[in-house]
């Protein structure tokens, strides 16, 4: 029998876990409860007012949780768990608690089984709280779950790197459940490998919704391969078709304009081939500088500083975020058209923001981060870029912006000339 694939929904207090299981268990699909709030219950009715801050309350939940994936496994190849294991170490590290001897070897368990799918549905918040069959009181403790839920973005999977995360809005079910059961469903997989799909839809031009995987396969939401819509080159290179399409839409429904070339004009054909920084940034701004992780810092961390700063910096708006095609790395939209830039490298090039520069991609040619080779945001009042060649990052922009990534060490900012060479001391070009 084939192992079961494991998803987990996670979320705060009152963001709809409780509807959407509910909605998705109607629908036929197996669900899980959450652990926690059913050991607090039978704790409480024990006579014990605050089990949550007994010392065994953790292990007592990571053990329920153990109990209740074996007991489902006969059920059915797809299962939705409401929390893991991996909130339960949240939990615990946010209360400062040390995981009890449960915890640390469901901890173990999960980690050498794989047991859980990477890829996690963090709900966002319904906005009210539903009674549910556990006392009233028990969401007194929604307060600390919900601090202790930012804990679970810094819990590594299995396989060493972060969760894949896909944000659900919760609402009144459905239309959620819709989005869980189709990126969970086995018609997920890639028809032609077998891997599981990107949570990503194409909208095509002749109303047809296309699904890509990692492998760069792409075919029909019916699991067709060969009826792939649109399949045209794109002008700039042969490692793959692109589809004539003018949006992209992910599994949550929301639409993502792809760029032209018209929306990269002031970069292309304005820089100048060489050593400088000006052969990624155009001399357009007031000052540059280049960046690349501090000795102790891991690329993850490095890479959310430097966002932070930039967003810190910038008025609300959208971000351009651009993704180089060199044939082995994630550009995440791999069939959506693409755009030339530095002498005819090519480029996916996406309407988003910083949330999505931070979560939709696996990897790049400097490491296993998320972060795009080139964005910026819709006013043009910066721009960072990392060109195939360079293991750092350069940017241009003005004197506060770059003030500001100088301030953070985590950012690991350095001012350059635009007639230096950008290297910076101790790294090489590949």
Not at 133 to 139: S, V
Not at 187 to 213: F, K, S, V, W
């Amino acid at each position: 029998m084939p192992e079961p694939r494991r998803y987990v929904l996670t979320g705060a207090p009152g963001a709809g876990k409780t509807t959407l299981l509910e909605a998705l268990r109607h629908r036929g699909h197996v669900t899980v409860r959450e652990a926690a709030t059913d050991v607090i219950a039978e704790r409480q009715a024990q006579g014990h007012a605050e089990p949550w801050n007994e010392p065994g309350f953790l292990d007592a939940v990571a053990a329920l949780q153990h109990r209740r994936q074996a007991d489902v496994d006969r059920h059915g190849p797809v299962q939705l768990h409401d929390r893991s294991p991996l909130c339960t170490l949240a939990l615990a590290r946010y209360q400062r608690r040390p995981a009890g001897p449960a915890l640390r070897t469901e901890l173990d368990r999960i980690t050498r089984l794989r047991t859980y799918q990477r890829l996690v549905f963090m709900i966002s918040p319904l906005g009210f709280i539903r009674h549910t069959r556990t006392p009233d009181q028990l969401r007194r403790i929604a307060d600390l779950r919900a601090r202790a839920q930012t804990g679970v973005r810094r819990v590594r999977t299995p396989s060493g790197g972060r969760p894949g995360r896909t944000a659900v809005e919760a609402g009144p079910g459905d239309r959620e459940a819709r989005i869980v059961a189709d990126v969970t469903s086995p018609g997920a997989n890639c028809p032609t490998c077998g891997q599981p799909r990107l949570p990503i839809t194409y909208t095509e031009r002749d109303d047809h919704t296309g699904r890509a995987c990692p492998q760069r396969h792409q075919w029909r939401a019916d699991g067709d391969p060969a009826a792939v819509p649109g399949a045209v080159s794109d002008g700039h290179d042969d490692r793959g078709p692109a589809t004539s399409v003018d949006s992209v839409r992910t599994s949550d429904g929301r639409t993502w304009r792809i760029g032209t070339a018209s929306d990269v004009g002031w970069i292309a054909g304005h820089t100048t081939p060489g050593l400088s920084v000006t052969a990624a940034i155009p001399p357009v701004f007031a000052a540059y500088a280049t960046f690349h992780p501090p000795g102790g810092v891991s690329l993850q961390t490095h890479e959310h500083a430097v966002v932070r700063e930039l967003a810190a910096a910038t008025p609300d708006q959208p971000w351009w975020l651009g993704y180089l095609d060199t044939g082995a790395h994630d550009i995440v939209f791999p069939y959506a058209a693409k755009v030339s830039l530095y002498g005819g490298w090519s480029y996916v090039l996406v309407e988003a923001g910083p949330e999505q520069a931070l979560t939709w991609r696996t990897g790049h040619l400097r490491g296993a981060g998320a972060l795009p080779d080139l964005f910026f945001p819709a006013d043009r009042s910066w721009l960072v870029s990392a060109l195939w060649d360079d293991t750092w990052t350069d940017v241009g922009g003005s004197a506060p912006v770059l003030a500001a990534l100088r301030r953070s060490p985590l950012v690991n900012a350095r001012l350059v000339r635009p007639d230096e060479d950008a290297c910076p001391p101790g790294l090489t070009r590949d």
